[in-house]
């Protein structure tokens, strides 16, 4: 099988790091081949050079033997390169067929002939067999449908080389295999396929070749039928990763975190997307909420951490019930919250380093005096946690936050929400798009409050992370919880089935004990209860 | 009072409403918040009302008023226009914060305005002759009918509603259409799918600022004979039009109505008989001061409700960056 | 050697200050002023040309060219600037807080209002007249634009234009209040303006008019002067402050610290509204009587004076301090415009400049804005290209 594509000592460069480092790639006609690496590796870079969103400092591409030249997605399309981004293209707004036909629209007499296009499209999805509703709005259909019409995009636009960049996050197991065979067959039609990923089992399964790319270089390309998943782990980091965390026996504390019945109804499109959720943490453990991205559980975070407001339910921090009250009586009453979002929620990217450490703090003594900022005292606290958390910054407590490393802008947040010593903690998708190094010190962190009698409640969409880090699982699908089980008594196997909801258990809502139960009114009462401050 | 005076005076408000709001829709839709539509009427106003003076004066047109009217629509759109490319530099080329630049031409254009009419016409006031009604007893049968379509009636009037039949066409068949509709939508979408997002979000304030401009001249012709240097709000009710039509151009044509209904009001509450025994009763009551805060007040609480679920162009008011992924 | 290594720390310093941000505040307005003034000339070159280099000099002088001496014409400036320092710290507190406030000039009418009708009517408060009549405009100042605090706070009106319409709203009400049910007491039906404010209730000259006799200068101008103090300090030294430019900066990671959002909202355009109506209030309490003094004249016009809070709240980069200084200069070629009459220049020119200096402000806070896209990018792209814990250097 000849080349189609061939990328020659390809090198780009942003300010202060080099992407790609004189990499070459090769793809043969109808192959599925593998690009593989962590995150920073420059897989992504690579493959939007080909797709003409960039273009490269030095280095030439190739088709068919030919040296050609992409300057745009119009250029990369003119040669027949397509890609699936991982954050979909899509106009929400739009139906299925405009987003398919957005840019090559086919007019008669001025109009868009949409009914043409609905043949079309509809030709290819019987062919590929893609069930697809060319009618339906985006923000209506599954994510599975979505990906969907990004493939169509490609097809109907007679793309042979197919870009897939991480394709995979977003789907349930079943979706997964549904794509797995799409590829399959489209390679057998004579495409060729990039499956931008760092996901070794799909490798391993459907792929014919892997290039492994780590920290901008070509590492190697290898045949996947001589290779191994640990092979291709090591090649990928560099070393062995230690996939189990040694995590020690700990006994059960009292409940920190209890949410019951509850359910946050989507303002605009009237859903459930958290539907009569119950569940507890107790102190000394961590409780991971695993499943696929989009099933509640960003709502269920951010109603328990006061940034939405719950239709129905409640929520005990401590005994004491925070459903009713603000954010920061939550955050001075117990709960510390590593968001989802860093950059949205987390911090203030043109402050400085001390005045985010200091985010939740600059209300309370010594950080202010009557009412006035005390500079002092925020410096010393931000010194102090430079320090303890090793948080790398150019210029100490005064660095603006934005210019720091997405590795060390997480330990800031990290840093102070732990600081904060609250029994509870809720980490929403913690280490994602941070490296290996970033990654074991976070989870380190976690362990670390765990075993010092603290409660952690983990939202995670990657499933090792799920099980190397967490005692307990409850996994949600569809706003409710479908399993609730110690993570030693599951495989990764089952805990997908739940997530696609093909299982479903009778999980019984957790609640109070009568003796909680009084506690709770006693604190209502203004009752005992260890103040911190 | 009757029934087709308020019709006919109620068109004369609406028009105006309708065409700078449909403005408003093109800008906001490739993705470019336009505040600046009230200085895009003034000036075209300004250029359109002493165009006319101009020619009146010259004695040129003078058996074929409705081609002046044209010619005059057509200056009027075009220094819109002209007005336009400040902001869509200011906002596309330069991604500046797209609000203040509005308010940048805003301030610029009035006193822009009032700057060359002092030095152009002597005045801040520009006359003209008012012969632009129709007069015409094209349907003398239905005489309700005639006084409102070819009597007491002004071909801006049509030529507005051509445009929005022409818009309505537009988003929904056309490849232009829906071209600029994904760029105010997603454009990083628009772009992947090989559209030029930066020309087609130009092209979109450039269209805004011809039919604002347009609209300045719509709004002096039917309602006075002169241009005092204001649009008494206009452009600002018109973005509120825009709102309250979520960016829907029949929904648009709805809200025109409505608040168009109200600035009637305004204007003609006391020859309502039931308001003028009211006026008579109370001398020192101020009705008139109620009728025109109507507008907006009106305005404010259709925002008020309406605004919770706004769906506006997502990312409109968002500069945009090519190299953005 | 020590003297070289003085002056080479001084050089060093130099640079390293014009690296920071406040250097390139300062440098994108002085920027903007240059590139106003510059089509300013041109269009006075086009227009007169032989009177264009006169033109130019007066525009230049300003104040300074009084005809009672520049002394004189610097307690006129001192004058006129103080109700635009109130309007110009009004919109930037708003600004600060991430919320354009345009209606500035409502919220400036009503304080002018509330003050006047006090000024008129409240003779039976003696000495307390003025004192009430200034705490009366900044309270209904603070009141008018807590309005669309309000709107936006609980319904998500677009703040914009909810300012706009209670501008315009402001207007009629005014108007309609004066001259209907209070035409009697307040307006002088000769010029269809309100009457002059009692004795009373008039700003005290301070020492004002010793120093600068008949130029208008008063106690005003201390006020503010204390008020740019004050706001100054609670912006950048309280709390409070803090809470309210946090909203600004990220109102997301604001309402994640606990800041209650609505609350910023509403409290940030009470607190520029009393500004704008402290300096409407100002204004019409002002001693001094200049023509028709400063009386309010019932049109259906909506008063530039909130407006020009804009240009100034921009140029001086919504810090207090530059508040000040801008407003100085735009108020300072402002005066010029008798000057430029005189001469045969229309008076609308320093207006024209203002205007193009507002638009080439609108600039420089692109070029702000340029180096803030630019880190920002700069971190997107290191997102997704993570490298490991190290820093890039700056």
Not at chain 1, 131 to 145: L, R, S, W, Y
Not at chain 1, 442 to 449: A, V
Request: overall charge positive; hydrophobic content about 45%; aromatic content about 10%.
């Amino acid at each position: 099988m000849a080349n189609i594509i061939e990328m020659r000592n390809i090198t780009k460069a942003f300010p202060g790091i080099v992407a790609n480092d004189n990499v070459t790639f090769e793809l043969k006609k109808g192959e599925i081949h593998a690009l593989l690496g962590e995150n920073g590796a420059g897989k992504s870079t690579l493959m939007s050079i080909l797709f003409g969103m960039y273009k490269q400092d030095s280095g030439t591409i190739l088709k068919n033997g030919e040296v050609i030249d992409i300057n745009s997605p119009n250029d990369a399309n003119d040669y027949g390169i397509g890609m699936v981004h991982q954050h979909f293209k899509l106009v929400e707004v739009f139906s299925v067929l405009d987003n398919v036909i957005l840019g090559i629209e086919e007019t008669k007499k001025g109009i868009i002939d949409r009914r043409q296009a609905e043949q079309e499209i509809l030709k290819l999805c019987d062919k590929y067999s893609l069930q697809v509703d060319p009618k339906a709005i985006i923000e209506d259909i599954t994510v599975g449908m979505q990906q969907r019409t990004e493939i169509l995009k490609m097809l109907i636009r007679k793309n042979e080389v197919l870009i897939f960049d991480e394709p995979t996050a977003v789907l349930t197991p079943q979706e997964i295999d549904q794509l797995m065979i799409t590829m399959k067959n489209l390679a057998k039609e004579g495409r060729s396929i990039i499956f931008i990923t760092h996901k070794l089992d799909e490798i391993m399964d459907v792929c014919d070749r892997v290039t492994i790319l780590r920290r901008g270089k070509l590492i190697d390309t290898v045949d996947v039928k001589s290779t191994s998943k640990e092979k291709l782990s090591r090649m990928m980091v560099g070393r062995d990763i230690d996939l189990v965390i040694d995590k020690k026996e700990i006994k059960l504390g009292e409940t920190a975190l209890l949410v019951k019945d509850l359910t946050v109804i989507n303002e605009i499109s009237k859903k459930h997307s958290v539907n009569n959720v119950s569940f507890k943490v107790n102190k000394g453990e961590i409780v991971c909420i695993a499943g696929i991205d989009g099933n509640g559980q960003s709502e269920l975070a951010y109603a328990i951490s006061g940034l939405i407001r719950p239709a129905k339910g409640s929520v005990y921090l401590n005994y004491v019930d925070v459903t009713r009250k603000g954010i920061r009586f939550r955050n001075d009453h117990g709960l510390s919250h590593i968001p989802e979002d860093r950059h949205k929620y987390g911090l203030i990217l043109q402050e400085n380093l001390a005045n985010n450490l200091v985010l939740k703090k600059y209300h309370l003594q010594p950080f202010h005096k009557r009412g006035f900022i005390q500079n002092e005292a925020i410096n010393e606290l931000g010194e102090k946690l430079i320090n303890k958390f090793d948080i790398r910054s150019g210029r100490g407590v005064k660095t603006i936050v934005g210019s720091m490393s997405g590795g060390n802008q997480q330990k800031t947040i990290i840093a102070r929400e732990i600081d904060k010593d609250n029994e509870v903690i809720l980490a929403v998708q913690m280490v994602r798009g941070l490296d290996v190094g970033a990654v074991e010190f976070s989870h380190k962190q976690l362990i670390e409050q765990r075993n010092k009698g603290h409660a952690i409640l983990l939202v995670s969409l990657d499933l090792d992370e799920v099980y190397s880090v967490s005692d307990r699982v409850l996994v949600m699908y569809k706003g409710e919880i479908v399993k609730d089980s110690l993570t030693k008594d599951i495989s990764i196997e089952e805990i997908g089935y739940y997530m696609a909801g093909i299982k479903k258990d009778n999980v019984k809502p957790a609640d109070f004990t009568k003796e909680e139960w009084e506690k709770v009114e006693l604190l209502k009462t203004g009752g005992t209860r260890d103040d911190k401050q | 009072m009757s029934l087709e005076f308020i019709i006919a005076q109620s068109l004369i408000f609406i028009m105006p409403l309708l065409i700078v709001a449909l403005a408003g829709l093109y800008s906001e839709k490739s993705g470019t918040v336009n505040i600046g539509l009230e200085g895009m009427m003034v000036m075209g106003a300004f250029a359109g009302v002493l165009f006319i003076n101009r020619m009146q004066g010259a004695g040129r047109f003078a058996n074929t008023p409705q081609l002046l009217l044209i010619f005059g629509l057509l200056v009027a759109a075009a220094v819109g226009l002209l007005l336009s490319i400040l902001l869509a530099f200011l906002a596309i080329k330069m991604k500046a914060d797209q609000t203040i630049g509005g308010t940048a031409i805003n301030l610029l254009a009035v006193a822009l305005v009032i700057f060359l009419s002092k030095a152009l016409v002597g005045d801040t006031r520009v006359p003209f002759t008012p012969v632009f009604e129709f007069k015409s007893s094209f349907l003398s049968g239905i005489p309700f009918l005639n006084y409102i379509l070819f009597d007491k009636a002004y071909l801006t009037t049509y030529i507005v509603f051509a445009i929005l039949l022409l818009t309505v066409f537009i988003f929904r068949s056309t490849k232009f259409g829906l071209r600029l509709s994904a760029c105010g939508e997603h454009p990083q979408a628009a772009q992947s799918a090989g559209i030029n997002v930066i020309r087609y979000r130009w092209i979109g304030v450039l269209i805004s600022g011809f039919l604002a401009g347009m609209g300045g001249l719509i709004y002096v012709i039917p309602s006075s004979a002169s241009f005092d240097g204001t649009v008494s709000g206009y452009g600002f009710l018109a973005l509120g039009v825009l709102i309250f039509g979520q960016w829907k151009p029949v929904k648009i044509l709805w809200a025109a109505i409505f608040f168009g209904f109200f600035k009637t009001l305004s204007v003609i509450f006391f020859g309502i008989s039931f308001i003028a025994s009211l006026t008579n009763m109370f001398p020192n009551f101020p009705f008139a001061m109620i009728f025109r805060m109507l507008p907006f007040l009106a305005t404010m609480v259709v925002l008020a409700i309406t605004s919770k679920k706004s769906r506006a162009p997502k990312a409109a008011g968002i500069p945009f960056d090519p190299l953005s992924t | 050697m020590t003297s070289n290594n003085k002056s080479y720390s001084f050089r060093e310093k130099l640079k390293a200050f014009s690296q920071t941000d406040r250097f390139k505040m300062i440098a994108s307005s002085l920027i903007a002023i240059f590139l106003g003034i510059l089509i300013g000339f041109i269009v006075i070159l086009i227009n007169n040309p032989s009177v264009a280099f006169s033109g130019f000099g007066r525009l230049l002088m300003g104040p300074l060219n009084n005809p009672n001496g520049a002394w004189i014409g610097i307690g006129q400036l001192m004058y006129r600037s103080t109700p635009l320092i109130f309007t110009g710290l009004a919109v930037a507190v708003a600004f600060k807080t991430g919320v354009f406030n345009i209606g500035a000039s409502g919220q400036y009418m009503i304080g002018l209002f509330v003050a006047s009708i006090i000024g008129v009517l409240g003779d039976g408060l003696g000495f307390m007249q003025w004192p009430v009549a200034l705490l009366g405009g900044a309270l209904a100042g603070a009141f008018w634009g807590a309005i669309p605090g309000l709107f936006k706070a609980f319904y998500n009106v677009n703040i914009v234009i909810s300012g706009i319409m209670f501008n315009y709203i402001a207007v009629y009400f005014i108007n309609g209040i004066l001259g209907t049910v209070l035409r009697r007491q307040m307006v002088d039906s000769n010029n269809n303006r309100t009457i002059k404010v009692d004795q009373a209730a008039r700003t005290p000259y301070a020492f004002f008019d010793k120093i600068f006799p008949n130029s208008g200068a008063d106690f005003g101008f201390i006020l503010a002067v204390i008020a740019v103090i004050v706001v100054f300090i609670i912006m950048n030294k309280t709390v409070f402050g803090r809470e309210l430019r946090s909203v600004g900066l990220n109102k997301d990671a604001a309402k994640y610290a606990g800041v209650n959002e609505k609350k910023a909202i509403i409290t940030s355009m009470a607190i520029s509204g009393s500004l704008a109506g402290m300096g409407g209030a100002l204004f019409i309490l002002a001693p001094t009587v200049f023509n028709l003094g400063n009386a309010y004249a019932l049109e259906n016009v909506v008063l530039t004076a909130g407006f020009d809070g804009i240009p100034i709240a921009l140029l001086g980069h919504s810090n207090p301090i530059g508040v000040l200084f801008s407003t100085l200069f735009i108020t300072y070629i402002k005066i010029s415009n008798v000057g430029l009459q005189s001469i045969g220049i229309a008076s609308e020119t320093v207006d024209l400049i203002v205007a193009i200096i507002l638009y080439f402000s609108a600039f420089s806070l692109i070029i702000s804005q340029y180096l803030a896209n630019f880190l920002k990018n700069r971190r997107k792209r290191k997102k997704e290209l993570q490298i490991d814990g190290t820093e890039v250097g700056v």
